[in-house]
């Protein structure tokens, strides 16, 4: 099963995620983005997405998915 994950080496702290999707995302302490628990396979949602695409470090991941045919 996909899974949607923040690289933490990646994430500079920009919050555009938790901005686009506060239900699957959250700030920690020191800024940067992390999943929220449970919230893992919601890679396919538009606000997800929307994350996705506008993470300006791509450090949003979906890893588990299937390549694009």
Known sequence: ????????ARCQGHARC????????EIDDD???HVI???EGSYDEE??????RNCP????KVIGAEPAS
Request: no cysteine.
């Open 1 to 8: 099963m996909a899974e949607v994950w923040i690289d933490p």
């Open 37 to 39: 628990a449970g919230r």
């Open 47 to 52: 606000n997800v997405r929307k994350a996705i």
């Open 31 to 33: 800024g940067y983005g």
């Open 57 to 60: 470090e791509r450090a949003i």
């Open 18 to 25: 938790f901005m686009l999707a506060p239900e699957t995302f």
